[in-house]
């Protein structure tokens, strides 16, 4: 499961020209789910990042969570995370979760956050959509499970 995340301090999504969610001072989750991923990817990239220490303290030092700051979070799926960019000039999306497997992970992810007593909000799974967002720092991280698993 890959996971890119922007602190953002304010950030949107519209589907048909119509606003469908927005929070304020969080993160904006884009979230790919891999075929191989299962239940512990989701728990592990949750875990991490309601815990990821990205935010500002009181000394301009990243050393808060969103939980810390009771911030929000928007949880965008992106499967395009999953594509295979090396061979040609088409990525591959052979690897991706098939829609049903992608979305029963995604809406798990979404559950642990609001588990975690965390404001989450979402997009609409597999639709088009327009994402606006002002990001913090700007601070991105790309975050992957496997990576974890793997001991890199």
């Known amino acids: 499961m890959i996971a890119v995340i922007q602190r953002v301090s304010k950030a949107a999504i519209s589907v048909n020209d119509k606003q ?22 989701c728990k592990f990239l949750q875990n991490k990042i309601a815990y990821f220490r990205i935010f500002n303290d009181e000394n301009n030092k990243m050393n808060l ?14 499967f395009t995370l999953c594509g295979d960019w090396r061979k040609g000039r088409r990525p591959s999306f052979i690897n991706a979760a098939s829609p049903e497997r992608g979305e029963k992970l995604y809406n798990l992810f979404v559950e642990y956050m609001v588990s975690d007593n965390i404001l989450t909000k979402t997009g609409h799974f597999g639709a088009m959509m327009e994402v606006s967002l002002t990001n913090d720092g700007p601070v991105t991280f790309v975050l992957d499970s496997k990576v974890k698993k793997m001991g890199k």
């Open 20 to 41: 469908i969610a927005e929070i304020e001072n969080g993160l904006v989750i884009l979230l790919g789910v891999m075929s191989d991923d299962d239940e512990t990817d």
């Open 65 to 78: 969570s969103v939980k810390d700051i009771n911030g929000e979070a928007l949880v965008i799926s992106q």
